[in-house]
Each structure stands twice: as structure tokens, then as C-alpha cells.
């Protein structure tokens, strides 16, 4: 059940080597307390690429808990920028997934877009969540 109250959703993406094994995470706050958390692997792919993967990710899972507004924060200068109209998209590979990212906007009434510091909680707790990921994906490979 969709509530029309702000939620706020943190994401991260990480890759080791760039490109190189990719993993994508997000935290949806609401109220204060962290409602859903979620990380995946995507395989080779670059940094940014999974800094995008986080976004659509989380904001597929933020309409479980609002359609009224959604503000995204992230470390990712380049999707921030990009969604807040300051930088263009270039790339191809980032159009499609930007496209993506646009068409998930759709289901809330308002999505902000905010940068934040690598420091700051909910972008540490998607980052510990990433490398989580990423160490999990390398053990199984063993």
C-alpha cells in the first residue's frame, strides 16, 4: 500500500575496475527508519552504469511505500547532474538506462534528485551493501 508522504531513497553502485564486476544498492527511508534495503549484481559493467542500476532499482521498490514524493540522494555527481539538468547525457549506454530511470519517475507525484557525500549514512549503508555484494559474487567463484 502506496502512502502519498515523502520517502527518501539512497543508492550507490560499485565496480571493481571500471569497467569490472558491477554491484548496485539502495536504502528507502521513511520517517526516519530504513523500510527496505536491496543490492544485486550485474556482471562487467562500469561504474556509472551501476550508479544507474541503483536508481532504477530503487525506484522500482520506492512505490511500494509512496506515490507523492520521492527524494533521491546519491554520490553520484554524474546521475545527479545529469537529472537536475546540468550535465547532458551523453553516452548511449546511459541514454537507454536514463530513459529507464525517466519512465520508473513516472509512478510519484515528485522526485528530487540531491548529491551527497560518500559519508554520509544512507550512501554508506547502499555502499556496505555493494562491496557485500561484490565480496559474495568473488567467493562464489572460488
Known amino acids: ?3 502519498t508522504g515523502a520517502v527518501t531513497l539512497y543508492t550507490d553502485g560499485a565496480s571493481r575496475g571500471n569497467p569490472g564486476d558491477a554491484a548496485w544498492a539502495y536504502v528507502i527511508v ?3 527508519s530504513v523500510v527496505a534495503s536491496r543490492s ?3 556482471g562487467t559493467a562500469t561504474n556509472n552504469v551501476a ?3 541503483a536508481v532504477i532499482n530503487g525506484l522500482r521498490a520506492a512505490q511500494e511505500f509512496t506515490s507523492g514524493r520521492l527524494d533521491i540522494r546519491s554520490d553520484s555527481e554524474l546521475v545527479v547532474r545529469q537529472f537536475t539538468g546540468r ?3 551523453t553516452k548511449e ?3 537507454d538506462l536514463a ?3 525517466r519512465e520508473q519517475m513516472r509512478s510519484f507525484a515528485e522526485v528530487r534528485f540531491e548529491s551527497v557525500p560518500r559519508e554520509h549514512p544512507g550512501i554508506q549503508i547502499a555502499d556496505r551493501l555493494c562491496n557485500e555484494t561484490l565480496d559474495a559474487e568473488r567467493q562464489g567463484r572460488r
Open 1 to 3: 500500500m502506496t502512502e
Open 99 to 101: 530513459e529507464e530511470v
Open 51 to 53: 550508479e544507474y542500476h
Open 93 to 95: 549506454h546511459l541514454r
Open 30 to 32: 521513511r520517517d526516519g
Open 40 to 42: 544485486g549484481f550485474i
Open 87 to 89: 550535465y547532458r547525457i
